[in-house]
């Protein structure tokens, strides 16, 4: 939420969450073609964002964690545009946006950042496509790594450690690589001392190393 607001504008704020929902593992918040009506806080859990391609497979789109918002999809056309998979158990706070319009007409800060929040998401757009069009497989999943433990960071948690709470093939998805070349692509980061790999958990033993995968020019 924007900071400072007086008390009366984080109250009317908190009003704007309708409920709470839980979603268990593995079960969709909302799906493709699914009528838009509301915008979703991650309370605490994992998604996925996914569309099907045409040959029935699932494209996976994005991934988000607890604190980031999700739903954004639907604005455009009232109808939300792909599904969300929880990836574990997981809580959403359920803002309904006809009253976060209503109330961005009285509270200007929120408005901003309701904008802050969409331009954001369209920024990560661009990053997808700039990964997906230009990099080799060792900077994509540098990149998602160096992206991935950022978020975390922000939110409290360690700059080196985390949990994948997403599949090697779900990550292949994301990054239009097949399964067996992101697992090639983890043993040969661990083999070079880059990161520690232990199933899910992965340890970060060089960040600096997986910055020059990425940027190589940064280090002449």
């Known amino acids: ?9 984080l109250e009317r704020i908190d009003e704007i969450v309708a409920s709470r929902r839980t979603i268990k593992r593995g079960s969709t918040l909302f799906r493709n073609g699914e009528k838009f009506s509301s915008l ?3 309370r605490t859990g994992f998604f996925k964002t996914c569309v099907a391609s045409e040959d029935g497979r699932d494209q996976v789109t994005g991934f988000q964690m607890a604190g980031e918002i999700i739903g954004l999809d639907g604005i455009v056309n009232d109808r939300h545009t792909c599904d969300a998979v929880a990836l574990e158990d997981a809580e959403v706070c359920v803002m309904p ?5 209503e109330l961005s007409r009285e509270v200007t800060s929120l408005q901003r950042h309701v904008h802050k929040i969409m331009s954001r998401e369209i920024v990560r757009e661009h990053g997808v496509m700039l990964l997906l069009g230009s990099m080799r497989a060792e900077e994509r999943l540098a990149t998602f790594l ?6 975390l960071h922000a939110r409290g948690f360690s700059q080196s450690e985390l949990i994948l709470r997403m599949t090697r093939e779900e990550i292949g998805s994301y990054l239009g690589l097949k399964l067996e070349t992101v697992s090639r692509t983890f043993s040969k980061f661990a ?3 880059i990161v ?6 992965v340890r ?3 960040t600096e190393a997986l910055r020059d995968i990425v940027n190589p020019k940064a280090c002449t």
Request: net charge negative.
């Open 204 to 206: 970060i033993l060089n």
């Open 97 to 101: 946006f006809d009253r976060i319009e």
């Open 40 to 42: 979703y806080a991650i």
């Open 191 to 193: 083999e070079d001392g």
């Open 196 to 201: 520690e790999v232990k199933q899910r958990h």
């Open 146 to 151: 160096l992206n991935l433990v950022q978020r």
């Open 1 to 9: 939420m924007p900071i400072g607001l007086s008390t009366h504008e």
